[in-house]
Nanobody, 121 residues
């Protein structure tokens, strides 16, 4: 069983920034990728950003240029920073950890419980 502990979020003013953190109950290097997704009311879940174990980063189209995903190996934590927030960024943000599987172990996706981010004045 893997637990992903999320923190950060809350109420942010338009134009402001947020920093989310995610700490798994196992080493971040046990996973092939870690990242953040979000889901707004009435919309599908979408990827915000991800970082592969080798360090390659990917961003959703809406996140490019104003977001940074990073990790602190010593703290075993992955961070997401987003700037220039608008009300359209209001959503529940979920931490995700992907294990792509081996011949001995099946692939698996792990999810955090989600953290609310509300962008409003």
């Amino acid at each position: 069983q893997v637990e992903l502990v999320e923190s950060g979020g809350g109420l942010v003013q338009p134009g402001g920034s947020l920093t989310l953190s995610c700490t798994p109950s196992r080493s971040i290097f046990d996973f092939n990728a870690m990242g953040w997704y979000r889901q707004a009311p009435g919309k599908e879940r979408e990827k915000v950003a991800s970082i592969l174990s080798g360090g390659v980063r990917e961003y959703g189209y809406f996140a490019k240029g104003r977001s940074t995903i990073s990790r602190d190996n010593a703290k075993n934590t992955v961070y997401l920073q987003m700037n220039s927030l608008t009300p359209e960024d209001t959503a529940v943000y979920y931490c995700n950890a992907e294990f792509w599987g081996t011949p001995q172990q099946p692939e698996h996706d792990y999810w955090g419980q989600g953290i609310q981010v509300t962008v409003s004045s």
